[in-house]
């Protein structure tokens, strides 16, 4: 039979399609990752993945091995979690993924109350793009996740937590810099910078660029939000940044401009989600309030928090 940590090889090698990629996201060395998916090749007498120059491919056996794989792997990882909370209740380390383009800016005011009232739980925070977190999510590499919605997947929990407004931010000398606001007539045409594609943010800025015919810069995608903040200051163009990222980096700071957008609010969803079968379900609902309070209470920019 396969093992554990063959399948765990193989659902690595699945998501990055390359060995070395595979190798450091489960901590081996490159040769070892591959010895064990041979030899995993080898008790399951069936070729699993398709070796070439330019990197790997899954056979449409091996595709269907690691979906099963993902599943074999998170309900390992509920057991786990079981046997751990009939001993100690939730005194171990909470797994956390988040974007980053949300995380760093809205976990310092969440950590020192969580932390507060769950002073024996550590916490472990991971940031990646919002589908490898669900992924990884599934598949038992994270507890629980806050991702921007929708998330579609019908084997995880979804708590809505708030809605983040999105603020136009520009140049100083841009033209639209002088009266501090934008109308959909003044976006028509304007180029604007977005997140690189991966990142949900990018999608949502490629559709609202699309609704007010603006020019999305495809040439020019930010691989942070802080660089995107230093290119709208060169003059390269406009972008819509989140308000907390605003509230954290920006401030009374005066390279960038923010300005009020004369429309209908921009916005992303944002949710805490986790896996349906965890045992921790109820502690994860406690997360949620207390997000939810928070941004109520203290995060001023955020709406729709209930």
């Known amino acids: 039979m396969p093992s554990l940590r063959q399948l765990e090889y193989l659902v690595a090698l699945s998501q990055e399609l390359h060995f070395r990629r595979a190798a450091e996201k489960v901590n081996v060395t490159q040769p070892t990752l591959s010895v064990q998916i041979q030899q995993l090749e080898m008790r399951l007498k069936a070729s699993l993945i398709e070796r070439g120059s330019t990197g790997v491919t899954l056979t449409p056996l091996g595709r269907e091995v690691a979906a099963r794989a993902r599943?074999?792997?998170?309900?390992?990882?509920?057991?786990?979690?079981?046997?751990?909370?009939?001993?100690?209740?939730?005194?171990?380390?909470?797994?956390?993924?988040?974007?980053?383009?949300?995380?760093?800016?809205?976990?310092?005011?969440?950590?020192?109350?969580?932390?507060?009232?769950?002073?024996?739980?550590?916490?472990?925070?991971?940031?990646?793009?919002?589908?490898?977190?669900?992924?990884?999510?599934?598949?038992?590499?994270?507890?629980?996740?806050?991702?921007?919605?929708?998330?579609?997947?019908?084997?995880?929990?979804?708590?809505?937590?708030?809605?983040?407004?999105?603020?136009?931010?520009?140049?100083?000398?841009?033209?639209?810099?002088?009266?501090?606001?934008?109308?959909?007539?003044?976006?028509?045409?304007?180029?604007?910078?977005?997140?690189?594609?991966?990142?949900?943010?990018?999608?949502?800025?490629?559709?609202?660029?699309?609704?007010?015919?603006?020019?999305?810069?495809?040439?020019?995608?930010?691989?942070s939000l802080d660089t995107l903040r230093l290119m709208v200051g060169m003059g390269v163009g406009v972008a819509f940044l989140p308000a907390l990222y605003i509230r954290s980096e920006i401030g009374p700071r005066q390279e960038i401009t923010v300005l009020d957008i004369e429309m209908p609010i921009l916005q992303r969803q944002i949710a805490l989600i986790w896996r349906e079968s965890s045992v921790h379900s109820?502690?994860?609902?406690?997360?949620?309030?207390?997000?939810?309070?928070?941004?109520?209470?203290?995060?001023?920019?955020?709406?729709?928090?209930?």
Do not use: W
């Open 282 to 306: 109820s502690l994860f609902k406690d997360i949620a309030a207390l997000i939810q309070r928070i941004a109520n209470e203290s995060l001023p920019e955020l709406i729709g928090a209930a």
């Open 71 to 223: 599943i074999v792997l998170a309900q390992m990882q509920d057991i786990r979690d079981l046997a751990s909370a009939s001993q100690h209740g939730f005194d171990g380390t909470l797994k956390l993924g988040v974007p980053p383009t949300l995380g760093p800016y809205l976990l310092p005011h969440i950590v020192p109350q969580l932390h507060a009232e769950h002073p024996s739980m550590k916490m472990y925070v991971r940031e990646e793009k919002p589908s490898t977190l669900i992924e990884e999510l599934r598949i038992g590499t994270h507890d629980v996740a806050i991702v921007p919605m929708p998330v579609v997947q019908s084997d995880l929990v979804v708590q809505k937590l708030f809605s983040e407004p999105l603020r136009l931010v520009c140049a100083p000398d841009h033209p639209l810099a002088a009266g501090r606001h934008a109308t959909r007539k003044d976006l028509a045409n304007e180029r604007v910078l977005a997140m690189e594609s991966g990142h949900h943010l990018h999608d949502q800025v490629s559709r609202i660029c699309e609704d007010f015919n603006a020019v999305l810069l495809r040439d020019y995608e930010g691989t």
